[in-house]
């Protein structure tokens, strides 16, 4: 099968568009999902968030293709709720693992495999709402995609960078702030589920 290939203008602006549709406040509760996973990050296990991270795209990667394609098809008012939930959920075991050094490292990967999936359908309406019914969509899928996760690595390494700094400068505050942190997230995934009923 023969891709379609873009002009670079287009091909710029469905890179764009994941990008920027990712870190504008369109995409504030993908972010928020993002904080709340690696709220444990200190800068001594490199080797893990890059791995859940790239779990997580794979996760989101593979829904929004199939979505977008139409191959799977949820109601995007279950999705909003279901992004909503996993907010809510991330937030509350973030903090009852805060400080645990033996935690079960399967259900963490589990639980980010799953939402990585809900994600990554939340985002295929918006591209299939942009594309139009008779345009191909493998492409600009493809395009889309890349953006997105350009997007999601520059905010992870955002949110790295100041956890290292927060971390390295009073342990204490750090753990004051994951808290603080983790109960925000809860009741604004709450709040958002409320509002998605």
């Known amino acids: 099968m023969n891709l379609p290939i873009l002009s ?11 990008f920027t549709h990712l870190l504008d406040l369109n995409g504030y509760d993908h972010m928020l999902f993002l904080w709340m996973v690696f709220l444990y990050f200190t800068g001594k296990s490199y080797r893990n968030l890059l791995a859940q991270l790239s779990l997580f795209t794979l996760a989101h990667s593979l829904s929004l293709a ?12 279950w999705v909003e709720r279901f992004i909503a939930l996993s907010i809510a959920f991330s937030a509350a075991y973030s903090y009852y693992t805060l400080g645990k050094k033996q935690t079960k490292v399967w259900i963490s990967w589990m639980l980010i495999f799953l939402f990585g999936l809900i994600h990554g359908m939340g985002f295929s309406g918006l591209l299939l709402s942009l594309l139009g019914h008779d345009s191909s969509i493998i492409a600009p899928l493809l395009y889309f995609n890349v953006g997105l996760e350009l997007g999601q690595i520059l905010f992870v390494a955002a949110i790295a960078a100041l956890q290292i700094s927060l971390h390295r400068y009073s342990i204490r ?7 603080g942190s983790a109960c925000i997230g809860f009741l604004l995934g709450i709040s958002l589920f409320i509002t998605r009923i």
């Open 66 to 77: 199939l979505s977008a394609l139409q191959w799977i098809s949820v109601p995007s008012l």
């Open 8 to 18: 670079i203008d287009t091909s710029v602006f469905w890179l764009k568009m994941g």
């Open 173 to 179: 505050g750090f753990q004051n702030y994951q808290k």
